[in-house]
Every structure is written in structure tokens, then in C-alpha cells.
């Protein structure tokens, strides 16, 4: 980190007051207020920045920020030249050999293999994991904060002892490797007092079967813990830690610090001896936190006895029993429990009160229901109520005899084609419910529509309508719990609602005079017809008016309008309506022109040539002695339909066709239109033009 320009930093650790923690790209640091010092720890992030601070060490600098200064503060080293990684053999001289934590430390950084330290099981899963590089920094991390010693051995860790009660520090721990230089900051404000450490929140305890599972909330109170100690007492004993080693829950697992943290107590001498529990944290400084709030918890019997295994459900002359066998007899076993159900898996209920002896293998059921579903199992509990299941077994007696018919079945359907059917219940104890059938005729095989027995006394079933049938027939069957089907019920005979339109009629042809339209139709094939309406209307208006309407008894091909009155455009359509109600639900229209006066004169001398240096079909004629208004041009090729091509104004006798569609025989027809909407008949080209 540069540090030629801090101005901006220090005026926020100004602002703030308090300690400021900064990391570098490859180390970070951390301090401790104390009353009499403060204890600075740096950690490099990576192996790369390790393994330079071991081979090069860090050296500590302190600035003094003053309120209201406005130079740069002086940097003052407070450590040696260089911090490093003791040696092997200072090591050696500086701790015991039964130190808890320097003989790992020095395994770490010497040893040419590395396994993990005794007591830390927990561990175990992510040294599998890790490469041997990886694995040795992590540990020397670890043991660096919890436990002060080794982060002195190990450069990582400094106290400064020369202090003022109410100055403000800044500390620059600077990495001393050439190759990658780096700096972590941290500030103290000596005005704030000591560091407090906060207390791990209370635990939460949940009691198993000779062991004690604890869960605490790991952020809670801001601290960041690198491990714990768990503390127990009993029966009036003092305090003591139920293991070896400060504890740290599944390091490797998941990035980041852990939120809750779990740990569970193996080595409880017995159940139900009621013990005290309590956690104390380590911090990174290798310092302890005070004790949570204390909890009580005690490890119970939660494991159940041997599952019965249910042999068989006879029928014992009218009666259900129950056999089975209990594998092996817990020295608890308390008692059994006959339990039945009408379903195969829930709705238990037991058969007796209390429970049977611990010798029963049998058990006769007396209750009232017995024809039906009898699903049965046998529950085994032992004296702390743990209780294990038998696998389920089904029982029934021998019954032979189908339900009645039954009867009273009624129904209806609506325009949606929901049918909506209805009958009586039977009488039967034993009943199961009921199949329904349906046929679209009587004299059809009926199907079946429910694919289970209906339970209840009715049955909504839905239907298409636009079908040719008009009816639909259902029949209603009983079955009891034992499958025994009744005789078919009377049909129920429904007439469907009659939503489908009858066929459209079809216009076939027309004929046209300047006072008459004669319309030629294919009538409607209904056999519900009741009539035909012939609708007429102007082109371009929206609202048709009825002309006629004649009944299906009237078989009529063919209808005149005499009410037409020229130059004009009309629209024709026949709607045929059937019994119901239902009109065609696309009608088919006729256009037709009515002209006001007879044909006038047309031109002559149409002829044409074809122009093969230009591509073009040369068309001339002669004008009529009236004035035209504009004429018409239409073409056909190689005998095809006659389509109109252009239209020309009334004063040109002439006209060229350039858009030829290829080789071909091309005849042209011409007509003239007048200004008072009169027309000339058709006149045809002399000769055909043939395009090579």
C-alpha cells in the first residue's frame, strides 16, 4: 500500500475515533487496546505472502496523529529492523516440550511431512483435502490465534508497551519481501479505553441419546472467535473442559466465518444425569472471552425398541387377529400398541387402552367396523415412550355378497355440456362407492367413467355437444369394500342441448338484369331445419335487411328480388335457422351489380402486336361517339381465366403491356365505362398475340 499520501485515512480515523483495521492485497491486520499496551496481529491472506514474510519478516512502524495537525505525521519503527519466524532451535529453547501448540507450529514449519495434531478430529476431513503447502499455512494461522506464544514465534504478533493514555495511532505492518511489497494499517484511539471482549451468547442444547449436541450464534456479538472452549459441571463439581484442545467447528467447509456453531458432547458417563453447560471463546489474540449464560441438559434413551414384525391378519370365525413377533426384547421394552386405520399409511387410531405385556404376540380386534378396510399395525414403546412400527398388514373378512342396485338416478345438462347426475345411497355398511357408465345409445356396450368407485351420490361428468347424437345414456353401479359389484341401475336417458348451427346453404349461381336478381342456392341439409331467411344489404352498409323467409317444408331451389333498382351494388346471404334457435354460423354471400341503364356503345377495332425489341404488347382501338369516362382492360393467357389488367382514361385509344409473365398465347378484352355508371359489353382483340 502507498503511503506517500495518507491524508485521507487519517482523517477518517480523526472522524472515527476509534481502531480502524485496513487489509493489503496480501495481509491484514487487527490490534487490541489494553490498559497498558496494545497488542498488534497481521495475518498474510495467501501462501505467496507467507512465504515471503518467513523468508524476509515485517517490521512494525507507529505515526502519532495529533488533533488539528496538518503535516504528515512522523513513522516511528517500534520493532526491531525485521520481525521474523524463530528458528527451529530457538524454538526448542524458548518452549517446553509439552507445549500444547509449539510442537504442531514447528512441524508446520520444519517437518518434511505434516499429519494433524492429536485432538483435533475436526480437522481431519479438510487436511484430506488440502495440498501439504496449503495444509501448513492454514495451521500456522490457526495456532497463531489461539495462542499468543506461537504468533510471537511465528512474526505475527506485537505489543506495543510505550504508550500515551489519549493519543491516536496509526500502525504500518510493511511485508519486507523485495519481491512483493505490501503494508496493512490499523488504527487505535487510546481515548476509547481498553478493548472489552463480549461473551458468547448462551447456548441452545438438544438433548440426544447419551450425548449433548450444543449450537451458539457465532456473530451475535461482533467477535470474531477462532475457537472455543465447551465447559461442563455436575452434581455439584466444579468447572472443567470436555476437551483437550480449543474446539473449531468444520474449518475448510464454507468460506467465511461461521454463524452458528454446533458442537456435541460424547462423553457423558450416563443418561439422565443432569449437567451445566457454558462456552468460552478464543479470540484471534489468543485471549478468552467470559463464560456464556449457563444451560442445563442431560442425555436421554431416544433409541426405540426392535420393530415388531406383523405376521398375519386372520379371520378367526368372524373376527380379526393380529399376530406378530418382536425380534429381540430390550431390557425397556414396555408394552405394545394395536393400532388400525381405514387407509393404508395415516389415520392410526389404537384398538385397546393401555398397553399390552411385553409377552403379548396376538391380538383379536373387538370393534364394531369390521367390514371394510382394516389396515393394521403394531407399535412396540419401551419406558422413555421411544416406540418403533410395525410394517402395515391388511385384514378382511370373507364377504361374498354385492351391494343392491341402485336406484333413483336423475340428471341433467347444461349448454356447456356439464352433466350433472344423482342417486340414491344404498343401504349397505360395507359400501365402497360406485361406477358409472355411459353409452351413446341403448343398445351400446356401457363404459366405465370413473376409474375409482365414486364415494359419494353424485357424479359431474362433462360431454362434447357439437355431436351428431342427440341423447346420452347412464347406468350406476354399487360396489362394496370387498369389490363385489351390484347389477347395472335403470338407464338414465339425457337429451344433449342443441347448440350446433345447421349447415350453411350454398349459393350456386345468379342472374342479373337492370330489375331482377335471380339467386340459385344448394339449400341447408339439416334434418332440425325450420326455415331459410335471404338477407340483403348495400355494399359499404353494415346493417342487412330480411327480404324473405320460407319454411323447410318449402324445398325451393332458386328465389327472385324484383326490388332492385340500378346502378348499384348489393350483397345477398341465406341463413338457414333449425328447430332450436341455431343459425348458420357463417353464412356465404352473393355480390352482385344491378345496372341502371342497358348496355351502351363500346369501341372497336381492338387489335394489338407484340414488340419484341421492347417486350411489350402493343394494344390499339378506335373510341365510340359517345364520351367514354375510363376504359377497362383484361387479359387472359394460354386460355386461362379473363382478369382485368388496367384501366385507362376515356380520352386514349391506346395502351402498352409491359408486364408480361413469359411466353405464351395472350388474348385482351376491352370495355368501356361511362359517367353515369353505364357499361359496354366486352370487346374482344382481333387477333391473339402470341410471345416467343
Same mark, same amino acid.
Given at each position: 500500500?502507498?503511503?506517500?499520501?495518507p491524508r485521507?485515512l487519517?482523517?477518517?480515523?480523526l472522524?472515527l475515533?476509534? %481502531?480502524f483495521?485496513?487489509?493489503?492485497?496480501?495481509?491484514?491486520?487487527? %490490534?487490541?487496546?489494553?490498559n497498558d499496551?496494545?497488542?498488534i496481529?497481521?495475518?498474510?491472506?495467501n501462501?505467496?505472502?507467507?512465504?515471503?514474510?518467513?523468508?524476509?519478516?515485517?517490521k512494525v512502524?507507529?505515526?502519532?496523529?495529533q488533533q488539528?495537525?496538518?503535516g504528515?505525521?512522523?513513522?516511528?519503527?517500534?520493532?526491531?529492523?525485521?520481525?521474523?519466524?524463530?528458528?527451529?532451535?530457538?524454538?526448542r529453547?524458548?518452549?517446553?516440550?509439552?507445549?500444547?501448540?509449539a510442537?504442531a507450529?514447528?512441524q508446520?514449519?520444519?517437518?518434511?511431512t505434516?499429519?494433524?495434531?492429536?485432538?483435533q478430529?475436526?480437522?481431519?476431513?479438510a487436511?484430506?483435502r488440502a495440498?501439504?503447502?496449503?495444509l501448513?499455512w492454514?495451521?500456522?494461522m490457526?495456532?497463531?490465534?489461539?495462542?499468543a506464544?506461537?504468533?510471537n514465534a511465528?512474526?505475527l504478533r506485537?505489543v506495543?508497551?510505550?504508550l500515551?493514555?489519549?493519543?491516536?495511532?496509526l500502525?504500518?505492518?510493511i511485508?519486507l519481501?523485495?519481491?512483493q511489497?505490501?503494508?496493512?494499517?490499523? /488504527?487505535v484511539?487510546?481515548?476509547?479505553g481498553?478493548d472489552?471482549?463480549? %461473551?458468547?451468547?448462551?447456548?441452545? %442444547?438438544?438433548?440426544?441419546?447419551?450425548?449433548?449436541?450444543?449450537?451458539w450464534?457465532?456473530?451475535? =456479538?461482533g467477535?470474531?472467535?477462532?475457537?472455543?472452549?465447551?465447559?461442563?459441571?455436575?452434581?455439584?463439581?466444579?468447572?472443567?473442559?470436555?476437551?483437550a484442545?480449543?474446539?473449531?467447528e468444520?474449518?475448510?467447509?464454507a468460506?467465511g466465518?461461521l454463524e452458528v456453531?454446533?458442537y456435541?458432547?460424547?462423553? *457423558?458417563t450416563?443418561?439422565?444425569v443432569?449437567?451445566?453447560?457454558r462456552?468460552?471463546?478464543?479470540?484471534?489474540?489468543?485471549?478468552?472471552?467470559?463464560p456464556?449464560s449457563?444451560?442445563?441438559?442431560? /442425555?436421554?434413551?431416544?433409541?426405540a425398541?426392535?420393530a415388531?414384525?406383523l405376521k398375519?391378519v386372520?379371520?378367526?370365525?368372524?373376527?380379526?387377529?393380529?399376530?406378530?413377533?418382536?425380534p429381540?426384547a430390550?431390557a425397556?421394552?414396555?408394552g405394545?400398541?394395536?393400532?388400525?386405520?381405514p387407509?393404508?399409511?395415516?389415520g392410526?387410531?389404537?384398538?385397546?387402552?393401555?398397553?399390552?405385556p411385553?409377552?403379548a404376540?396376538?391380538?383379536?380386534d373387538?370393534?364394531? @367396523?369390521?367390514?371394510g378396510e382394516n389396515? @393394521?399395525?403394531v407399535?412396540a *414403546?419401551?419406558?422413555?415412550?421411544?416406540?418403533?412400527?410395525?410394517?402395515t398388514?391388511?385384514?378382511?373378512?370373507?364377504?361374498?355378497?354385492a351391494?343392491?342396485?341402485p336406484?333413483?338416478?336423475?340428471?341433467?345438462?347444461d349448454t *356447456?355440456?356439464?352433466?350433472?347426475?344423482?342417486?340414491?345411497?344404498?343401504p349397505?355398511?360395507?359400501?365402497?362407492g360406485?361406477?358409472?357408465f355411459?353409452?351413446?345409445?341403448?343398445?351400446?356396450?356401457?363404459?366405465?367413467?370413473?376409474?375409482?368407485?365414486v364415494?359419494?351420490?353424485?357424479?359431474t361428468?362433462t360431454?362434447p355437444?357439437?355431436?351428431l347424437?342427440?341423447?346420452i345414456h347412464?347406468?350406476?353401479?354399487?360396489?362394496?369394500?370387498?369389490?363385489n359389484?351390484s347389477?347395472?341401475?335403470?338407464?338414465?336417458t339425457?337429451?344433449?342441448?342443441?347448440?350446433?348451427p345447421?349447415?350453411?346453404p350454398v349459393?350456386?349461381?345468379?342472374?342479373?338484369s337492370?330489375t331482377?336478381?335471380t339467386?340459385?342456392?344448394?339449400?341447408?341439409?339439416?334434418e332440425?331445419?325450420?326455415?331459410h331467411?335471404?338477407?340483403r344489404?348495400l355494399?359499404?352498409?353494415?346493417?342487412?335487411?330480411?327480404?324473405?323467409?320460407w319454411?323447410?317444408?318449402?324445398?325451393?331451389r332458386?328465389i327472385?328480388?324484383? =326490388?332492385v333498382?340500378?346502378p348499384?351494388?348489393?350483397?345477398?346471404s341465406?341463413?338457414?335457422?333449425?328447430?332450436?334457435g341455431n343459425?348458420?354460423?357463417?353464412?356465404?354471400?352473393a355480390?352482385?351489380?344491378v345496372?341502371?341503364h342497358l348496355r351502351?356503345?363500346?369501341?372497336s377495332g381492338?387489335r394489338?402486336f407484340?414488340?419484341?425489341?421492347?417486350k411489350m404488347v402493343?394494344?390499339?382501338?378506335?373510341?365510340?361517339s359517345?364520351?367514354?369516362?375510363?376504359y377497362i382492360?383484361?387479359?387472359?393467357?394460354?386460355?386461362?381465366? *379473363?382478369?382485368s389488367?388496367?384501366?385507362v382514361?376515356?380520352?386514349r385509344?391506346?395502351?402498352?403491356?409491359?408486364?408480361?409473365?413469359?411466353?405464351?398465347?395472350?388474348?385482351?378484352q376491352?370495355?368501356a365505362?361511362?359517367?353515369?355508371?353505364?357499361v359496354?359489353?366486352?370487346?374482344?382483340?382481333?387477333?391473339?398475340?402470341?410471345?416467343?
Open positions: 500500500m502507498n503511503m506517500h499520501e485521507h487519517l482523517a477518517l480515523l472522524v475515533g476509534c %481502531a483495521p485496513t487489509a493489503a492485497q496480501g495481509l491484514m491486520a487487527i %490490534a487490541r487496546n489494553t499496551s496494545v497488542v496481529r497481521w495475518s498474510p491472506t501462501i505467496r505472502t507467507w512465504e515471503g514474510i518467513r523468508r524476509y519478516g515485517v512502524e507507529r505515526l502519532t496523529i488539528g495537525m496538518t504528515k505525521p512522523t513513522a516511528d519503527r517500534i520493532s526491531p529492523d525485521t520481525i521474523k519466524v524463530w528458528s527451529m532451535e530457538r524454538f529453547a524458548n518452549f517446553p516440550k509439552d507445549h500444547a501448540y510442537p507450529v514447528v508446520a514449519l520444519y517437518g518434511k505434516f499429519a494433524a495434531p492429536p485432538g478430529p475436526d480437522l481431519r476431513n487436511m484430506d495440498n501439504d503447502q496449503q501448513r492454514t495451521f500456522c490457526l495456532f497463531a490465534d489461539i495462542d506464544g506461537s504468533a511465528m512474526g506485537w506495543d508497551r510505550d500515551s493514555v489519549d493519543a491516536l495511532y500502525y504500518r505492518v511485508a519481501d523485495p519481491l511489497r505490501d503494508t496493512a494499517l490499523i /488504527g484511539n487510546r481515548k476509547n481498553p472489552a471482549i463480549a %461473551a458468547v451468547p448462551q447456548p441452545v %442444547a438438544e438433548e440426544l441419546d447419551g450425548a449433548v449436541r450444543l449450537q450464534d457465532a456473530g451475535r =456479538t467477535e470474531q472467535f477462532s475457537a472455543y472452549w465447551i465447559e461442563r459441571s455436575g452434581a455439584g463439581k466444579p468447572w472443567s473442559r470436555v476437551h484442545r480449543p474446539f473449531i468444520s474449518m475448510g467447509v468460506p466465518p456453531v454446533h456435541t458432547d460424547t462423553t *457423558l450416563a443418561n439422565y443432569p449437567y451445566q453447560y462456552v468460552v471463546g478464543v479470540t484471534p489474540f489468543g485471549e478468552e472471552s467470559p456464556s449457563t444451560i442445563a441438559a442431560m /442425555g436421554r434413551d431416544r433409541t425398541p426392535s415388531p414384525v398375519e386372520k379371520d378367526v370365525r368372524g373376527k380379526l387377529v393380529v399376530y406378530w413377533d418382536q429381540s430390550a425397556d421394552l414396555k405394545f400398541r394395536v393400532e388400525k386405520s387407509e393404508p399409511q395415516v392410526f387410531l389404537p384398538l385397546h387402552e393401555g398397553l399390552l411385553t409377552t404376540r396376538s391380538f383379536t373387538t370393534s364394531t @367396523f369390521l367390514i389396515h @393394521f399395525r407399535v *414403546l419401551d419406558t422413555a415412550n421411544n416406540a418403533s412400527f410395525s410394517l398388514g391388511y385384514g378382511s373378512l370373507i364377504d361374498s355378497i351391494p343392491s342396485t336406484t333413483a338416478l336423475t340428471g341433467s345438462i *356447456l355440456g356439464v352433466v350433472r347426475l344423482h342417486w340414491k345411497v344404498g349397505e355398511q360395507d359400501l365402497l360406485y361406477r358409472v355411459f353409452a351413446n345409445a341403448t343398445d351400446h356396450e356401457f363404459t366405465n367413467r370413473t376409474g375409482v368407485p364415494g359419494d351420490t353424485t357424479f361428468d360431454i355437444l357439437n355431436t347424437t342427440k341423447r347412464y347406468r350406476i353401479a354399487a360396489v362394496d369394500r370387498n369389490f359389484h347389477d347395472l341401475g335403470p338407464i338414465l339425457l337429451l344433449k342441448p342443441d347448440i350446433v345447421p349447415t350453411a349459393f350456386a349461381g345468379q342472374q342479373v337492370d331482377t336478381v339467386l340459385r342456392f344448394v339449400p341447408s341439409s339439416s332440425d331445419l325450420a326455415h331467411r335471404l338477407l344489404k355494399q359499404g352498409d353494415t346493417i342487412w335487411t330480411e327480404l324473405f323467409i319454411p323447410a317444408s318449402d324445398v325451393r332458386e327472385t328480388d324484383g =326490388t333498382n340500378g348499384a351494388y348489393f350483397s345477398y341465406i341463413i338457414a335457422v333449425d328447430s332450436a343459425s348458420t354460423s357463417a353464412p356465404g354471400t355480390d352482385v351489380r345496372h341502371k351502351k356503345a363500346g369501341p381492338l394489338g407484340h414488340d419484341p425489341l421492347s402493343q394494344l390499339n382501338w378506335s373510341a365510340p359517345a364520351q367514354v369516362k375510363h382492360i383484361y387479359r387472359s393467357k394460354d386460355g386461362g381465366n *379473363l382478369v389488367l388496367a384501366s382514361e376515356g380520352s385509344t391506346g395502351f402498352e403491356d409491359m408486364r408480361l409473365t413469359g411466353v405464351g398465347r395472350y388474348d385482351y376491352l370495355q365505362v361511362y359517367s353515369d355508371g353505364g359496354s359489353a366486352m370487346v374482344p382483340c382481333a387477333n391473339p398475340i402470341e410471345v416467343r
